[in-house]
């Protein structure tokens, strides 16, 4: 049947046309995208504040065709227009056109793609209160993937794409933040809103977290017990410590089947289930010293809280020979 509808359409449209559509569809380039769309709360104000906001948001920011950002420590806006047009090919379909973690295949995605606007990234190397990620933090998540989510490796891309990737990264949180601070400024006093003010202050903001990213990063601060045997009994101590509430989410064996495990929900508004650590796999990296920053810092914009002050860095390391310990034979 369709071998009879094309002959009959070839007899109608000549075949030169049929080969500039097919050639047309298989165009591998980004598509030329001239505005970002404004946030659902932007969208919602008065034609004159959202009028306002886009303007704001241009002037800073600029266009997909054209993207800049505010002078700051962590991206220079020199690779943006690469990186731009490597976003669209690689990452647009989950992470949205402006970051926003709803592009057309996110909702089919457990867990969600990362919505960049709040300017919180789960897995980072710096302090417990600083939310941001380093440039090698999101490197690292390029590069490997992220385990048990959609997010693939791009290990084989050469650096400057990964780099180009890295600055268009940062470039859509910064741009998606300072929208957020406009519009938590805008709820906060209608009346007294003063987008030339506002926005001047609000892109300051933005720019000193990310700033302080570079000052911020934590490691290890003594190696490891050299007696692992006796680190794991402490760490078992400690996991099941009622205080430390690590049962509460991932269970007693570890399972990650903790009594209360259905209420939680991260940053985004997503349901989100603890780790099983029976698994020997994390999605912030599987290496000693990942964990130990997970225990330490945490898991932000997640439940998964910092533990520096509750425990000493000895302590954080006996918990992570102890969950490795979990990890069943077959995955060791």
């Known amino acids: 049947m369709k071998t009879r509808l094309m002959r009959g359409l070839l007899g109608v449209v000549p075949p030169v046309l049929f080969v500039a559509a097919a050639l047309a569809g298989c165009d591998a380039r ?10 659902p709360e932007s969208e919602q104000r008065p034609p004159d504040v959202r009028a306002s906001i886009a303007k704001a948001m241009e002037a800073y ?11 700051n420590e962590v991206v220079t806006g020199e690779r943006l227009l690469a990186g731009g047009d490597h976003y669209r090919r690689l990452c647009l379909h989950c992470h949205g056109l402006a970051g926003d973690g709803a592009g057309p295949t996110a ?3 457990q867990p969600r793609p990362r919505d960049y606007r709040l300017g919180t990234f789960k897995f980072t190397s710096t302090a417990p209160d600083v939310k ?6 999101l490197m690292k998540t390029l590069k490997g993937g992220i385990m048990y989510t959609s997010m693939p490796a791009f290990g084989l891309l050469d650096d400057e794409t990964l780099e180009s990737l890295v600055d268009y990264v940062v470039f859509l949180s910064m741009r998606g933040q300072f929208e957020k601070f406009l519009n938590v400024d805008y709820e906060e006093d209608p009346e007294l809103f003063d987008i030339d003010s506002m926005a001047e202050s609000d892109k300051d903001l933005v720019v000193s977290r990310w700033d302080e990213t570079t000052e911020s990063v934590v490691a290890p ?6 007696d692992v045997g006796a680190s794991i009994a402490r760490g078992k101590d400690l996991y099941l410590d009622k205080k430390l509430q690590c049962l509460s989410c ?4 570890g399972r990650g089947d903790g009594a209360g495990t259905d209420l939680l929900k991260d940053d985004w508004g997503f349901k989100i289930v603890p780790a099983d650590l029976t698994k020997g796999i994390y999605r912030g990296g599987s290496r000693p010293k990942d964990l130990w920053l997970r225990i330490y810092s945490g898991v932000k914009g997640t439940p998964m809280p910092a533990f520096n002050g509750a425990l000493t860095p000895e302590q954080i390391w006996d918990v992570v020979n102890y969950v490795r310990s979990l990890a069943e034979p077959s995955t060791n």
């Open 30 to 39: 980004p598509a030329r995208i001239e505005s970002f769309p404004l946030s």
């Open 61 to 71: 920011f600029g266009t997909p065709v054209s993207p800049k950002v505010p002078k």
């Open 107 to 109: 909702a089919f995605l």
């Open 132 to 137: 941001k990620p380093t440039r090698s933090d």
């Open 221 to 226: 601060t003594v190696k490891p017990p050299e």
């Open 250 to 253: 991932h269970g007693e064996t």
